[in-house]
Every structure is written in C-alpha cells, then in structure tokens.
C-alpha cells in the first residue's frame, strides 16, 4: 500500500539515509522447530552452539595465522595517557549512545569457538578506550566510536581530524583530552578527511558553528566535500539503511554467539549527529597551505575508500595522516550495505604516491581507525603492503576474468597472495577478498556472467517453486537439508533450504533450518560484514523483522545540505510512476534569495527537472525562497502552511501539487528481504510498495 502525503512535506531519511537504532522492539515467533537442544549462554532461545565441524573450521583457521607476530599489540598499547574509566557515553536525548562494557568478554577468555580466531584479535585489539599520545603534539582518543578522534597542536589552538559519528562521544572525547593534554586551549580548525559520517557527525560536540561563521575556526575538507556527502546517502538511502542491519549487525547483542566487533572499530554510535559545512576546500591534487601556523601538505584522492577523500603530511612531526586509505585491514571495494564499486587500482597507485611523496621521510603514520605506526621501514612495510594488496585484487581478478572467470565464481578461484595473507593489515576485517573480487568484476564487467540463463532470471518467489517440485517436494528438501547440515555441507545446504524457503515462505521447519544453516556458516567467518550478514539472516528467520520505533537520528544538518536539484532527484525517486500514467503538467520552481530557477516536468509516467530553465507556458509556478524550503525539507514547515501564510507563492494550477502528493511514497525501513519474516497482520510487500519513512544518519566508512 501507499501513504499519500504532501510531496514536499518532511524528508526525515532524505539528507541522512542510514538508521542506526540504539534498540529495537523484536516479537518473538511462537512456533518453533527445535532439533537441537539450544546453546548454553546463547542469546537466542533457538540459537545452536557450533558444530563439530565448525569448529575444525576455525581451528585450522588459527593454524594457519602469525600470532607470532604481536607487533600490532605493541603499537596499539603505546602513547596511553589516560584510559577512559566510564563505559557508557550517554545521549542527549536519555538514552545509551556508547556502551564498552559490552566489549569486555572478549578479554575473559584466550579463545572462543563461536568465533573466527582472527576475528577475536581485531576486537581485542579495538578495545582500546583512551587518550593516547602519537607523538609530542600530535593525540587520539580511541575506542568512542567506529572511528578514532585525532587531534594536532597548532600556534594558537587544537586542531581536530575526523570528529566521530555522534555529537556525545566526540564531546566526551575533547572532555578526557581537555582534562589530560589540552587544559583549556581551544579548537582552531577543523578537518574532515571524507565524505563519511563517522568523520564529521559529532562536529557539533566539539564546535560552535557561530565560531565558523564568525571566521574563527574554518572548517576544512577536499572540494566536492558537501555534494558527495549527500548524494552517496539519498538515492538508495533507504535501501541501504535497511542493508545495514545485516553488513552491521544492528540486531545482535555483542556476544560470542553474536555481534563481535565491526573490524574498523566495535560499533557505531547511537547519539546525535550533525554537519557544519566546510569553509575552505582542498581544490588541487597537492595542496600546501599553513593550518593555525601549521604547515600541512594535503593530497587528494578521490574515488578511493571513499568518493571525495585526502590525506596529509605534517612536515614539522614527519608524520603521515593516511585519513581512512590505509588502515589496518583490506577496505572495501563492494561495501556490503551498497555503494558505488571502489576502484582498487585508483586506490593502490594513490597509496604508490603517498609512499612515493611522504613516506620515504615519515617516522610515524595514523589514520582515522585503528593504531598508528612508528619508524620509517615499519611505514614503508605496511603502504607497500598495502598498495599491493589493492593492485593485485584489481589485476588478478581481471586476470581471471580474462580467462573466463565469471562474477558468480571469482570468489571461489581468487586468493590473496600468502605473502599477504600472512599481514595482520592485510587481513580481511572490513573488506573480505569474497565480495570484494566480486565487486572488482562488477565494477569493470557488471552483474551478468554472460550465460543467457542468468541474463533475465526468474525471481526467486516465482523459480523456487519449480526447483521444490523437481526435489520431491518441501519434505525431501528438508531431509537432504539436514543431511547436508549434519555432514558440516553448509553452503551446500544453504542452496537447496533457501528454494524451500523462497517457495514456501510460512513453512517454519525451513526457515528453522535454514537459520541453523546461516548460523554456522556465520560463526565460520573472519570478516565482520559477513559474520553479521549470516547471523542477521539466522535471527530474522527466527523471530521476524522487528516492530516498534528505531532511534531517532535524523540530521537536519545533513538535509539542509541537499541541493535543490538533488532534493528534485530524490522527489523522481519517491514517486510511484504506477501512479502517474496519466498525468502530465510543467512547474517553474524559483527560490529568489539564490537565485535559482529549476523547470519540474511530469510526463510518461516520469519527473524530470532541470536547473536555469523557465518554461514559458507552466501550469503551475511555485515561488519560494531557498530558505523557507529547507523548513520543509527538514519537516519543520510544510509546503501548505507556507503556501498559507504568504511566504511561498503560487500562479497557475496549485492543485498539481496535490496531484503529485498523492504518488509519493515512503520507504519502509524494515522491508522483508528473507521471505516470510514480516511481522503477521502486514502484507508481504512488493519491492515497489511503501510505508512508514524511518529517519536516519549518514553512511559510515
């Protein structure tokens, strides 16, 4: 079904897709199919522990890893200050917003076998929670948020990177570096190193914006900073909030069976998070400028982790800030949630250059997770490694593709090499060589493995039937299914269960199943995105989508953001064209005050638009002030109210924009993905269909 709402009423998920919910209502399923006695401490009342042969999984995972190299332990530890001795952070608004008491079993026991061996040292190793010093001048306080707060001293101030996600943990931050280090001096400038969230949404904790408009503090970023920091979020915003509770794990509790970490940090904030707007952009590919009497060089490197990023040397420290383009883990190409594909190569030959530039001269480098690293050859070792490990996922996968290798095998014939593998910083803790081989072909070939079969498939509600009549119908699935389950065959498994499910999306013995299946697939991984993913899947399976309200983390900072043309985008993309077939009409929009002038064209079954065009014969011209519209943007003010009152002025036809109210939708955040799993009472919904928008925040990594 379709909520009918004034079209330019609130856009709460608009500027800020992502909802990331400090908790969620959950109804448990009341029938359950139990052949397993439930693990002892799991969270989950149908949870099961891991297999025999989960277990040997893991075991010859540990084998085969460098735990005698510990330096990683030695660089994480070194610099502490002051630890931070209170666990929780709490929001504005009451509730929890940081929480690191969670964290603290992963440091009660040597090992768990739940967990991929791997896994547990990343985390133990982000358990990190203090102010640390990098060098004389130069501090982090870690372990606030998915991200690290980085703060450098300059001639008359503090001079911050990278604020964190949430307004709280990034004012608790300054509060234990003010009370160790910084002892009253204030903030003289500011940096955000990319265009995501978790590197400037708790700007508004450390930072008066009357301070930024008064000149005072600038703000800096890389040029195109405010326009790829919204579009990456609205498009398919809600899409993608919706994907992170699975890449995230947002309805795990931290546990051995659960949630365990996020590789780049353990979680991501739930407080409040804002933007004030850069004053002063990086514009050229290398760029030296002086930064509250500090020199700084900055190199641009778009399209990397992120699509507008830069990184920075500080020649008086010989210290190289590598902002989010190396960390201590392979990143990304396809990022799980959605995004446009990374370019490894892109990224590999701007790592060359920053080695080739600065790093030849650096005696320390830190970015904006994880732990610095100190010496010329220790910084040399990790930019090599890492260049390489970019630039040989981009060649050899295309290698591979070459000789025939299609998207939907790359993932089981490509290998990291093991000079790599044996590299901490080289492991697979955010990105996994998986889907990110994948997402080397989709980049360059797209989704089609050129076999004609694949090139229009069925969808799977309509093939599975076919496929659990051809089986034997749902009891022979389900008892070659437990075969294969009990035989430790769980990707085999996984594909015959899933037809049954997608065919038969009520019947509770298969989706039982098929979470057992998920779970011990998940227990099994080394990369968080896809731990969580398989978990996630296991937990809906079990107890349904979630009802009840997410937290409220909408940034009106983010929405005032959008540009006009951008927020006209989002509008094509909120209508439900099903619903426009017979319309047709023209709009001239002008907001005077910047002096913009946009033609809104509704024709075959389409909304266009168009900036610095006027139609000469409009049905319909919509007078409002910039200004004024963002108070409808943000859902302060609707577009009848300040039609009402005067401040916005119509000529023409004004019952066209009931007329196109009336096929805008909202998206619903909690949209089924696993068959079966909507809450009872709610229709399962078409991938067209839509209801209540949830708001939400900007994208992390």
Request: hydrophobic share 40%.
């Amino acid at each position: 079904m379709s909520t009918r709402r004034d079209f330019i009423k609130a856009l709460p998920a608009a500027g800020a897709a992502f909802s990331i919910a400090s908790s969620f209502v959950a109804e448990e399923s009341a029938a359950r199919t139990q052949r397993d006695p439930p693990s002892a401490g799991h969270f989950h009342p149908n949870g099961k522990p891991p297999s025999t042969f989960t277990r040997e999984v893991l075991r010859q995972a540990g084998a085969g890893l460098p735990f005698a190299d510990d330096k990683d332990f030695e660089e994480q530890r070194r610099g502490l200050i002051a630890p931070m001795t209170e666990m929780t952070i709490m929001a504005d608004a009451g509730h929890v917003a940081w929480d690191m008491q969670q964290f603290r079993f992963l440091d009660e026991q040597d090992a768990f076998d739940s967990v991929h061996p791997s896994l547990v040292r990343i985390s133990r190793l982000n358990n990190n929670y203090g102010l640390y010093e990098v060098v004389p001048g130069i501090y982090q306080v870690r372990g606030f948020d998915l991200s690290d707060l980085t703060i450098v001293r300059g001639k008359s101030g503090w001079i911050v990177f990278d604020p964190l996600v949430s307004q709280e943990t990034a004012r608790a931050a300054w509060t234990l570096f003010q009370t160790h280090v910084g002892r009253g001096r204030q903030i003289s400038a500011v940096i955000y190193s990319h265009t995501h969230g978790d590197h400037w949404g708790g700007v508004r904790g450390i930072l008066d914006e009357e301070d930024v408009r008064s000149g005072r503090v600038p703000v800096i970023a890389p040029a195109g900073f405010m326009a790829h920091t919204v579009a990456e979020n609205v498009y398919a915003g809600n899409a993608m909030n919706r994907r992170l509770f699975y890449q995230y794990g947002l309805l795990l509790p931290s546990d051995p069976h659960g949630y365990v970490g996020q590789g780049l940090g353990q979680r991501v904030s739930a407080g409040t998070s804002g933007l004030i707007a850069p004053t002063r952009h990086v514009e050229q590919p290398i760029e030296e400028f002086e930064v509250d009497g500090l020199r700084m060089v900055f190199q641009s490197t778009p399209n990397t982790e992120a699509p507008r990023e830069m990184n920075t040397y500080l020649p008086e420290w010989k210290a190289l800030w590598m902002a989010e383009n190396v960390i201590a883990s392979l990143h990304n190409i396809y990022t799980l949630r959605g995004a446009q594909v990374r370019d490894p190569l892109n990224w590999s030959k701007y790592i060359n250059e920053a080695l080739y530039r600065f790093g030849f001269e650096a005696e320390v480098m830190f970015a904006s997770h994880h732990w610095p690293r100190w010496s010329n050859a220790r910084i040399q070792e990790v930019l090599r490694a890492q260049r390489d490990l970019y630039a040989h996922m981009n060649n050899q996968v295309l290698h591979l593709a070459n000789r025939g290798v299609t998207i939907n095998e790359i993932h089981t014939v490509y290998e990291v090499p093991r000079s790599l593998q044996q590299k901490w910083y080289c492991r697979g803790y955010h990105g996994s060589p998986e889907h990110n081989s994948r997402g080397v072909i989709q980049c360059y070939l797209g989704f089609w493995d050129c076999n004609p079969a694949t090139l229009v498939p069925l969808a799977p509600s309509e093939s599975a039937p076919l496929y659990v009549e051809m089986m034997g119908g749902a009891d022979a699935i389900l008892s070659r299914g437990r075969h294969l389950h009990d035989e430790g065959k769980y990707l085999l498994a996984q594909e015959i269960v899933n037809k049954l499910v997608q065919a038969e999306p009520q019947n509770r013995a298969a989706k039982d199943l098929l979470a057992d299946i998920f779970e011990q697939i998940g227990y099994q991984q080394e990369n968080p995105g896809l731990r969580n993913s398989f978990l996630a899947g296991a937990y809906e399976l079990r107890s349904g989508i979630p009802e009840g309200e997410t937290a409220n983390s909408s940034s009106p900072d983010v929405v005032r953001a959008m540009s006009t043309e951008l927020f006209l985008n989002f509008l094509a993309i909120r209508m439900d064209s099903r619903m426009a077939e017979e319309m047709r009409f023209t709009i001239n929009l002008i907001t005077p005050d910047n002096g913009e002038r946009f033609v809104v064209e509704l024709e075959n079954a389409t909304l266009t638009s168009i900036a610095g065009f006027q139609s000469e014969r409009p049905d319909l011209t919509l007078t409002i002030n910039r200004s004024d519209l963002e108070q409808t943007m943000v859902g302060a003010k609707t577009l009848e109210a300040q039609i009402a009152d005067g401040t916005a002025q119509v000529q023409g036809d004004a019952s066209i924009l009931a007329r196109l109210a009336a096929t805008m939708v909202d998206f619903d955040p909690r949209f089924e993905i696993l068959p079966g799993t909507k809450a009872r009472g709610v229709s399962r919904p078409v991938h067209a269909e839509a209801y209540q928008v949830a708001p939400g925040r900007p994208a992390v990594e």
